[in-house]
Nanobody
Framework: VQLQASGGGLVQAGGSLRLSCAAS????????MGWFRQAPGKEREFVAA????????YYADSVKGRFTISRDNAKNTVYLRMNSLKPEDTAVYYC????????????????WGQGTLVTVSS
């Protein structure tokens, strides 16, 4: 399984970005995909997750109502739409995959992509 994250960049507070995670290497119909982030000096934390089969979603409280995770089955790609961005959203964002239902803990994910940096200026 290979995961390729992209879409990070510099944005002003209140702005929006969309991250993409292109997945390859197998059929993902029974998989879950997650987004995590790691701010400087902090531990990596859960952001959002989606079950590929039925599209059910899960969010961290800190992003609920601002971020939206979605998938495109035809493109084997998962997206993270981030609106109303805040300086505290600044972090390296990672996508991850696991061969089971969605989870919120890092150790439950088997595959990780490289990170993409999101910087939100105040």
């Amino acid at each position: 399984v290979q995961l390729q994250a992209s879409g990070g960049g510099l944005v002003q507070a209140g702005g929006s970005l969309r991250l993409s995670c292109a997945a390859s290497g197998r059929t993902f119909s029974s998989y879950a995909m997650g987004w995590f982030r790691q701010a400087p000096g902090k531990e990596r934390e859960f952001v959002a997750a989606i079950n590929w089969s039925d599209g059910s979603t899960y969010y961290a409280d800190s992003v609920k109502g601002r971020f939206t995770i979605s998938r495109d089955n035809a493109k084997n790609t998962v997206y993270l739409r981030m609106n109303s961005l805040k300086p505290e959203d600044t972090a390296v964002y990672y996508c991850a995959a696991r061969g089971n239902r969605a989870a919120t803990r890092l150790r439950e994910y088997d595959y990780w992509g490289q990170g993409t940096l999101v910087t939100v200026s105040s």
